[in-house]
């Protein structure tokens, strides 16, 4: 059965290390939350035309080289982990916070 919804922790917006997060970086793990593509075990293939466009804030849509560095950001900071050999990124602890 695929995922209808991704789910937000509450958790996560008051952890001080998440929420001192550059914004871009903030809704770009939102982004990946919300991937259809997202699968049970937390892999999705890395689609930055999408991400770029469901992070744009009015007219202004962050360009490529900004969604890589939120992306290498997000790996540094442990919270995602990308496989440039299958263009995969794992959403790291999504299958214990999610409750798989």
Request: charged share 30%; hydrophobic share 40%.
């Amino acid at each position: 059965m695929a995922r209808e919804y991704g789910k937000a922790w509450f958790a996560m917006f008051t952890d001080d290390h998440f929420t001192a997060q550059p914004n871009v970086d903030k809704f770009l793990y939102m982004t990946l939350l919300g991937q259809p593509s997202l699968n049970y075990a937390g892999v999705t293939p890395i689609n930055l035309k999408r991400w770029r466009k469901a992070i744009r804030e009015g007219d202004r849509v962050p360009s490529e080289p900004e969604i890589k560095m939120a992306l290498i950001r997000l790996e540094r900071n442990e919270y995602v982990f990308t496989d440039d050999e299958t263009g995969e990124v794992l959403v790291r602890s999504f299958m214990r916070r999610d409750e798989v």
